[in-house]
């Protein structure tokens, strides 16, 4: 694999550093991402998961595991990495579903000039 150019690098260097950032906030001690977490955390940027749902996500295992009162620390991001998933494929649902909607508001647009013209073509114009 090459290296990716350098924009791309910085880019991909400030996506893993926001989420271990975050993560170790979460945690709340001390940690060094394992290898497998970094592998993880590129694989969420490469799949296009914006960093914004990914921290939503981690932010929000952390909050459920609390509530639950759950003991000891979460020791790895792939702890987090279902949530995640979960997370992108509800926003990509919604974002889907949102598509959808707009194309058929935009089928029916471009529908309107032919209804009418189909259904008041005979009429004078006023």
């Known amino acids: 694999m090459s290296a990716p150019p350098p924009g ?9 550093t926001l989420l271990e950032e975050v993560f170790i906030a979460e ?5 060094l991402l394992s290898a497998k977490d970094w592998t993880l955390i590129r694989g969420w940027r490469e799949r296009g998961v914006p960093v914004d749902t990914a921290i939503r996500a ?8 609390r509530a639950r009162g759950a003991a000891g620390k979460i020791s790895s991001v792939a702890y987090c990495a279902n949530a995640v998933d ?21 089928a029916i647009r471009s529908r309107i000039p032919a209804e009418v013209h189909r259904n008041c073509g005979d009429l004078p114009c006023v």
Not at 58 to 65: L, S, V
């Open 86 to 106: 979960e997370r992108w494929e509800l926003e990509l649902g919604t974002t889907r579903s949102e598509m959808k909607l707009l194309d058929r508001e935009e």
């Open 27 to 31: 945690r709340g001690t001390p940690f």
């Open 58 to 65: 981690i932010q929000e295992t952390f909050e459920k595991r």
């Open 8 to 16: 791309e690098a910085d880019e991909e260097a400030r996506y893993a």
